[in-house]
C-alpha cells in the first residue's frame, strides 16, 4: 500500500503535466471493434464485469443443463467476484454474439507481483494516474478504460492514456469508483481482451490540515448526576481527513496534579462529509458517589497537528416531587371539580326541572288521561284586577283572531280576573277536558289523595300564580304536588301564568313555602298575563297558551242554549257534547 502512495504521489509528475498541458484527448490506443467472437482473461479473486454490447444484455454459459445454469445468467454492468468455475464459453439469448472467459491464477501469472497496487488514491483538485495491473505483461495492441459498464471517454473531461495508464487532468471528488482496464494483445492468432479492476478513492487531502473540533460536551455547562446512579460520559469529536485515520480519543479525571485515565466503554467513528470524520468516545462511571463530585473531567482528542480537549464539572441533580407548576394545575382542577360538583349538588333540583319540562318529553297516551287540563288558581278580588277585557267578540267569525270568536250572548267582555276567563276559554271556547278544585273536587279526609290522583291523570297543569296564590297552602299543595308528580314522570307538562299582581323576589307569604316550590317558580316555564295591554300583547298571550296545551280528541258540538257557572259569574254559551 505504501509502495502505491509513492507511485501516485510522486511518480510520473511530469508526463502527467505534458499530457494535460497539450490537451491531448487519446480516445483510442489501437484499433477495436465489436466482434462476434471475443476473448476475455481475467484473473481469480478479482472483481468483473461482463461486457455490454449497446443495450444491457445478459450472458449464458454454453454447456450447462437448465437447472445449473442459475448461477451462470451474467448479467453486464453487474459485478461480481469471479471464481474459476466462471471459465467457458457465454452466449448472447440470440445466439448472435459470443464470449470466451478464461481464469487465471494471479500467482502463476508471468509478471505477476506481491506488491502490484490495485487501490488508488488521488488528490483532488490536483492531476492524477490511474495505473493499468498487468499492462507491463503482454504487448499491448491498446487499452480501454471503464469506470463501471462506460467508458471514461464519453464523460467528456480532460484526460489521456499513456503507457496504459488513465492520467486525469483534475481530480473530483465523483472519481471515486472501481475502473476497469481493458488491454488487447495477440497471442497465436486470436485477439484477447485482459482486464482488471482498479479501485480508485478521491481524497481531500493527504495529511490533515487543522487539530480536531469537540462539539460535546459544552465546558461551560456542568452536567447533573444523581448519587448512587451510573453516569455517562460522551464526547463527540470531528476530525480532518487523514489518509490514514487512526482517531485518539480519552476521557480523564482530573484529581488534584494527578490525571486518571478512564475506561472506553465504546467508541464509534464514521464519515460525516468528503473531508470530515466523527468519532463518539463514551466512558462510563458506574457509581456516581460525592467524591466525583469534587473531581472535573477532561476529553481529550489528538491529530497529527494539534490537540483539542474540553473539560467538565459534574453537579448534584436535585429531585423536584412535584413541579411547581404541575401542583398549580392539579390544585386548580382540583377546585374547579369540587366547585363544580357543589354547583350540581346545589342546583341539582333546578337542572332536574330544566331538563324534563324543556327537553324532555314522554309520549302521552290521551285516553288514559282523564283531564287535559289540571287548572290551579286563587280567586282574587276583583278590584284589584286591573281593566281587562277580551278582544272584541261580536262581529263575524274571523279565524286569524288568536281566539275562536264568541257568540255576542256570551256578555263575558267584563269578566276580568283570570280565573274566570282562562276556564272558559279553555273549556267552553277551545274544548278541552278541565279539572276545576273547586267543580271536580269533593272536600274530606281523601281530598289530598284525590288531588295528586288528579294530577297524575292530567296532561298538563296550569297555575295563576299571583301573591294570594303563594300565600294560600292548598294552591301550594297543589304546586308542590305537581312538582313531585313532574320528576316521577315525563308525561306531565307545567306552565305558571304570572299575572301582574306577582313578584317573585317580593312575596312574603304568612307561612314559609316549601323549598322544593321557591326553586321550581325560577326555572318553570311560564308565561305573563298581560292581557288588555294592548291588541298585540294580548294575541301573543293566547297564542303562546294555545301552543303549551295538548292536542285533545276532536269534539263534535251539537248547538242549544245552556249556562255555565263560574262561582259568582254566569255567562250563556252553547251546549257541547264529546265523543
Known sequence: MQTGYVLLFWVFPVFLERCCVKRNRLYKTGPHKVMTQQHYRVVEGEMFLMPCINNKVTWYKIGVGREENGGFNLDCGREFLIEAKHSGNYTLLAGKRFLYLQVLDKRRLACYKAEEVDVVMLLAGAGG?????????????GVTWYKGNRSVWTKHRDSCVKNGHLHLCTVYQSDTGRYFCDSRFIEQGVEWTFRRPVNVTAIPSKEARSPPRITLPDGSTAQEVELGKPHILRCLVHFPFEV??????????NNMDNRILLHTESQDKKRLSFEEFMVTHTS?????????????YTCMATNAVENSSVTVKLKRKIKEKWPSSLIG???????LVAGLGIVLRVKWLELQLIYISRFQRGKVDADEKEFDVFLSYVWTPPHEEAGLTL??????????????????EHGIGDLRPPEVLIPLVLEDLWGYRLCLLERDMLPGEA?????????????ILICVVS???????????????GIKVLLQSSTLKILLI??????AHLIQPDSPMPSVVQRALKVLPGLDWNLGHTERATGQFWRSLRKVLPTHRVRHVTRGKSHVHYGQYTTSTETKSWE
Open 467 to 481: 301573591t294570594e296564590y303563594l300565600s294560600n297552602s292548598n294552591a301550594v299543595f297543589v304546586l308542590e304536588s
Open 329 to 335: 394545575y392539579q390544585i386548580a382542577s382540583l377546585l
Open 244 to 253: 490514514n485515520f487512526s482517531p485518539q480519543v480519552q476521557w480523564y479525571m
Open 129 to 141: 494516474k490511474i495505473p493499468c495491473p498487468g499492462f507491463s505483461c503482454t504487448i499491448s495492441t
Open 498 to 503: 304570572r299575572t301582574n299582581r306577582t313578584s
Open 447 to 459: 281530598y289530598t289523595n284525590d288531588v295528586v290522583r288528579a294530577i297524575r291523570r292530567s296532561q
Open 391 to 408: 278582544p272584541s267578540l261580536s262581529g263575524p267569525e274571523s279565524h286569524d283572531s288568536p281566539l275562536e270568536p264568541f257568540n255576542s
Open 284 to 296: 462510563i462511571i458506574q457509581e456516581v458517589t460525592y467524591l466525583h463530585l469534587n473531581h472535573t
